[in-house]
């Protein structure tokens, strides 16, 4: 039976692994042939499943014992594999590792890398799982060995290989990070503060104390911008998450945690060096402004806001000078080292070997080539070599080349000692003239508002909010959800970088003094942004005008963008040397004609009126007017401020230019004449002459309506908003004024009288008139008698509306019957003698061309027959009083009884 017994677990310890390599589970196979969910399948079919799923093949002699075992007593030839899944089930707890045994010695470890761990804020399961593909929980011990935080000051290589051994899977050989980290976190760090102190005492290095004040932070601080400039990290990215509010200020403990992931392995810090910096930018409340920091190790070799400052010095490390160095060994191996290195060159050099940087470059184990290889590597690259080389002589070559983490071999630096074809890092001479600036930033000036001049602030302010029309609400009410007119400190100074967006940066002395002087008295904290705005938009008008009608608002046109700064004065001599300068360039631009402006126009780019000091010396330049240094300095501080060169005004004053009148106070006087007028019309309407007759006034309006196609409704329509039909005389009499049909007051008068309402005599029928005006276009109703003929209204000519007195009327009639008679004799076509006068083809032409085609003619030489032609057809175009000639040529051939076409 134990035998059996035997055989039986063996074969199943064979699927058992086969299973756990697919990860599959083993009862899931089987219902695939089981659809009755009987627990049973014939032997047939375990076998094809034993075999096809888990790739294990039965022999006869265990499928006999598998059959003896779990074969079913009520059906012959049946397997019951529920069976046969439980005893897997037991086999693999039976199979699975007994729990590791910590031992003394492996317990205070534990504690040590809890108290390091905690402090540097590392998670131990994160540093494995990148191995773990398939989250099992083991790693290899090459991978253990590569993952494993590197703290040399902590643990030394004996502790760590009892780690090792202590959580060795005994059966796969593998080692357990899992319950590593479980035990890891078992361990607390609020236990007895005996416990702690004796947990402090264990550690090898000291425990945190205040930075060594003879430690220089400019010397870490180098160290570290090095570090981050060669290895391209963004420094930012491991401290946002700590920011929450991106405030730009985390705790000491998480800039220290930050601190030391940005180093790794590369650049170790001590406890007293990640101290020293964090204290370094500190701030009052006893936080790390972390942006300072990180400021200062983005800008490394560089000069931040360069393109604002293109002549600034950069500095530049020398070729080779960010290079990886080798190490400096004792004067005993390095003789042994340049020994090795002698014969290998040797060995080279004889057998001509020219590739030998792609040899070590197969074994590069990083994906983004990262120039080393393990030293286990190197030492199976050496043996390539053929050289007898003692285990002394490659581990003095492995610590000579090796990277400062201590685990890699720097294989370029290697290979350029032994082969003198190949070159991989080129260190030249130094020959910069100035030294590197030192890489230290300056520590953020602490606030001093009681030194801020706040009118003189206000001042500056309003000037930016006048000239460039800012709406200074915009920027607060969006914080200030409840309306209140108060927000918070942090939030007004957020609004106010908003306002000022690409001008003036306010330093963070003059935020703060803002702040105290807006302060909220109700709510501490608080800054009433309301009565900054007020304060702020004074400057362009004065609030609540409507209740201050008499009020008077200053002019501000004054105001410009350094109309604050009054400090700035100029002496005479100075000014006498510009004046010259500028007197001398007005010459030599009157001399030769240039254009002065669309030179500094490329360099304005936003139209702002500045240009830098450069371009403004590059500018005359390019023009050719030349000048000292002088007379420059004296132009640049009489046209200069602190945003550049107004050369708007400078080429007022040097070239000016003749403008064009302001036209507000013509356009001013002709609106004020026209108001009088306005205000005169009722005079002027009472002395013109008018129709006498409401039938006139009515022929009168019809032929206006007629002529420019005017809808008299739609000005009734507004004043009657019942629909009634009716509407006020006075709002009869303003209706009609705006229509335009140009009425005197005695015709809208008779027009009111004669469609006076019966109800009131304050009431006029309007639809009635409006009812007769509309009846020239159609007849109202014209669907309720279909068979009315309608007659087109048509305008009496304006010429025949001339009435003559009689005598003038026997001179008109003798006239024409002579020229009458003239024409018919003559045969005489009277259009083209006018036509050629009337260039606008409108049937007209003037009193002096009427009088000139007749006297050429010789028709007409009395100039009371003239006067009586004139009069009859006399019509008005355009404002003025011209013949109709039209009418006149056509009354004369039907005087003569001539067709006008012959």
Not at 755 to 784: A, M, R, W
Not at 791 to 809: D, F, H
Request: charged share 30%.
């Amino acid at each position: 039976m134990a035998a059996l017994v035997h055989q039986r677990t063996s074969l199943q310890k064979k699927i058992h692994h086969a299973a756990q390599n697919k990860r599959v589970r083993f009862n899931e196979f089987f219902k695939d042939f089981d659809r009755l969910r009987t627990g049973e399948i014939t032997e047939s079919q375990f076998k094809r499943c034993i075999n096809q799923s888990f790739g294990v093949t039965v022999s006869e002699n265990d499928f006999n014992q598998i059959k003896e075992a779990y074969g079913s007593a009520k059906n012959i030839g049946m397997i019951n594999y529920r069976e046969f899944v439980n005893g897997l089930h037991e086999n693999e707890r039976s199979f699975s590792r007994k729990a590791p045994v910590v031992t003394e010695n492996v317990n205070q470890i534990l504690k040590k890398l809890k108290s390091h761990f905690h402090f540097r804020g590392i998670i131990l399961s994160d540093c494995f799982e990148d191995f773990d593909k398939t989250n099992s929980g083991l790693v290899t011990e090459s991978q253990f060995w590569r993952c494993f935080p590197s703290i040399p000051d902590v643990l030394t290589h004996a502790e760590i290989s009892d780690i090792i051994q202590t959580y060795r899977h005994r059966n796969t050989n593998l080692i357990s990070y899992s319950k590593f980290h479980q035990d890891l976190d078992k361990i607390s760090l609020s236990g007895e503060k005996s416990e702690l102190r004796q947990l402090h005492t264990l550690v090898p290095t000291p425990p945190p104390v205040s930075p060594d004040p003879q430690l220089p932070v400019q010397k870490v601080l180098d160290k570290v911008q090095l570090h981050v400039y060669k290895d391209g990290i963004r420094t930012t990215e491991f401290f946002i998450d700590h920011d929450k509010l991106r405030s730009g200020f985390i705790t000491k403990n998480q800039f220290i945690i930050g601190l030391n992931l940005i180093c790794g392995n590369r650049c170790p810090l001590t406890r007293e060096e990640g101290d020293k910096i964090a204290d370094h930018y500190i701030a009052s409340d006893g936080r790390v402004c972390y942006r300072d920091f990180c400021f200062l190790m983005e800008n490394a070799f560089n000069v931040p806001h360069l393109e604002k400052n293109p002549t600034a010095t950069v500095y530049r490390p020398h070729t080779g000078a960010l290079a990886h160095t080798v190490h400096k060994l004792d004067p005993e191996d390095e003789a042994q080292v340049e020994k090795v290195l002698d014969i290998l060159r040797d060995y080279v050099t004889r057998r001509r070997i020219t590739m030998l940087y792609p040899f070590f470059k197969d074994f590069d184990r990083g994906k983004l080539f990262s120039r080393g290889v393990t030293k286990a590597q190197f030492r199976r690259l050496l043996n390539f070599f053929d050289v007898d080389l003692t285990d002394k002589d490659c581990e003095l070559i492995c610590k000579k080349f090796e990277e400062p983490n201590g685990t890699d071999v720097n294989y370029p630096a290697f290979v350029q000692a032994i082969d003198k074809d190949y070159q991989d890092t080129h260190v030249s001479e130094d020959k910069t003239t100035h030294p590197r600036p030192p890489s230290l930033a300056p520590l953020s000036p602490k606030l001093s508002p009681h030194l801020v001049d706040i009118q003189k602030l206000i001042h500056r302010l309003q000037c930016e909010v006048k000239v460039y029309r800012v709406r200074v609400c915009e920027h607060f009410k969006d914080f200030d959800g409840l309306k209140s007119g108060s927000i918070s400190k942090s939030l007004f100074k957020r609004g106010l970088a908003s306002m000022q967006g690409n001008h003036y940066n306010l330093t963070r002395s003059e935020l703060e003094a803002l702040s105290i002087y807006y302060t909220d008295p109700k709510t501490k904290g608080n800054v009433r942004w309301s009565d900054f705005e007020r304060d702020m938009e004074r400057v362009i008008t004065e609030r609540n005008l409507e209740k201050k009608p008499d009020f008077r608002v200053r002019s501000n046109d004054h105001i410009t963008l350094n109309s604050w700064n009054t400090e700035t004065e100029i002496s005479e001599e100075v000014k006498a040397r510009g004046e010259k300068a500028i007197t001398r360039m007005r010459e030599e631009i009157a001399q030769r004609r240039i254009m002065t402006k669309p030179c500094f126009h490329d360099f304005d780019r936003h139209n702002c009126g500045y240009v830098s000091r450069n371009q403004f010396a590059q500018g005359l330049s390019y023009l050719g007017l030349e000048s000292t240094e002088a007379e420059r300095e004296a132009i640049n501080a009489m046209y200069g401020d602190a945003k550049g060169i107004n050369y708007h005004i400078f080429f007022k004053d040097l070239d000016p230019v003749e403008c064009e009148p302001r036209k507000y106070e013509r356009n001013l006087s002709e609106m004020v004449r026209y108001i009088n007028f306005r205000e005169t019309g009722t005079e002027r309407l009472l002395k013109k002459d008018g129709c006498k007759t409401v039938e006139a006034v009515i022929e009168k309006i019809k032929e206006t309506v007629m002529k420019r196609r005017i809808r008299l409704l739609e000005f009734f329509k507004d004043y009657d908003k019942l629909k009634s039909g009716r509407i006020l005389k006075s709002n009869f009499k303003r209706a009609l004024d705006l229509s335009g049909l140009n009425l005197t007051v005695d015709e809208i008068d008779l027009l009111a009288k004669r469609y006076q309402s019966d109800k009131g005599q304050d009431c006029v029928f309007y639809h009635h008139f409006n009812d007769e005006i509309e009846s020239i276009f159609t007849v109202k109703e014209l669907e309720k008698s279909p068979t009315a003929q309608v007659v087109q209204y048509k305008i009496m000519p304006a010429w025949l509306k001339n009435n003559l007195s009689k005598p003038i009327q026997e001179v008109y009639n003798s006239a024409m019957e002579h020229l009458a008679r003239f024409v018919k004799t003559r045969r005489m076509q009277l259009y083209p003698m006018f036509e050629d006068y009337d260039k606008c083809r409108n049937g007209t032409v003037t009193y002096s061309q009427f009088r000139r085609v007749l006297s050429i003619l010789s028709l007409i030489a009395d100039e009371v027959e003239f006067h009586a032609l004139e009069k009859q057809y006399k019509v008005n175009v355009g404002g003025m009083n011209v013949f109709n000639y039209l009418a006149f040529c056509d009354d004369i051939y039907e005087i003569a009884k001539l067709n006008k076409l012959d």
